[in-house]
């Protein structure tokens, strides 16, 4: 009950510091605005239809992500408010009051996250860049490419000289940095990309091919994130976190993005 109302007090919270400073417009920051009026006063179903109006004007600011995934978690609707709260975290990864509300939101759900296993690059890497979103972190990785091999340039011509062989050492150190920004971007898109989706059904039967009169692989349930593997038509092959696969109505999934 405790972490309950410590979730909720966050979320409250973050809709005080409401802002007209979305980048989309003045037409957006108005039902932005409207949205955390409704909000305040618990009225969580107009809240949700101002913030989505207000991303139909083509708003994707962080902020107007992260109060509609708190107004759907208000109202109950966990599948939609996890999509909005990892939409917001793609491009926001160092707010704090996100990370909590998501983490909260998935410790709601029915299915068990399995422990994850970092990969070499991530272990490396993952703590000092985790967070920062791609474009930093490609940003970065070219700077920091650019750099060692102007330096290498430079110093290539006082190579045996021992400042030329420390600039150069240097310059080697800078150029292995830059690829282990650039692996971590490359490993961050393929585990966190705009190609996953939100289970949006209380139960899914989740088929071993695309269509209803196949058999069910396994279940799942509302809130969990899968990666898209492929699309058919109505269908989508799926990941889960367990690794299992299979397909699910287009209809059924929240995509991410």
């Known amino acids: ?14 809709l005080t510091f409401a ?4 980048a989309s417009g003045e037409g957006a920051a108005r039902l932005y605005n409207q949205g955390n009026a409704a909000f305040m006063k618990g009225d969580f179903e ?4 101002s913030y989505l109006d207000a991303r139909g004007q083509g708003s ?43 983490r909260f939101a998935q410790a709601q759900t029915l299915d068990a996250l399995p422990e994850e296993k970092p990969s070499i690059i991530e272990i490396i890497g993952g703590f000092p860049l985790q967070k920062f979103t791609e474009s930093e972190l490609a940003t970065a990785a070219g700077g920091v490419f650019i750099a060692a091999f102007a330096l290498m340039a430079v110093a290539w011509s006082y190579r045996r000289r021992k400042r030329g062989k420390a ?8 150029l292995g940095v830059s690829f282990v920004i650039a692996g971590y971007a490359g490993a961050h898109h393929l585990e966190y990309g705009g190609h996953r989706v939100v289970i949006g059904a209380d139960e899914l039967a ?5 269509g209803l009169d196949n058999p069910t692989v396994f279940t799942v349930h509302e809130g969990l994130t899968a990666k898209v593997r492929q699309r058919r038509g109505a269908w989508t092959y799926i990941e889960i976190p367990t690794g299992f696969t299979g397909w699910a109505p287009n209809e059924t999934l929240l995509p991410i993005g």
């Open 1 to 14: 009950m405790k972490k309950l109302l410590t979730a909720a007090f966050i979320v409250i919270l973050a």
């Open 19 to 22: 802002s007209s400073a979305i």
């Open 46 to 49: 107009t809240a949700i239809g």
């Open 60 to 102: 994707n600011d962080p902020r107007l992500l992260f109060n509609l995934g708190c107004a759907y978690l208000k109202a109950g609707k966990l599948g939609p408010a996890i999509q909005y709260f990892e939409s917001a975290k793609f491009r926001a990864p160092r707010d704090a009051d996100l990370q909590f509300n998501l």
């Open 167 to 174: 600039a150069i050492l240097i310059a080697l150190i800078w």
């Open 206 to 210: 989740v088929k071993s091919g695309p």
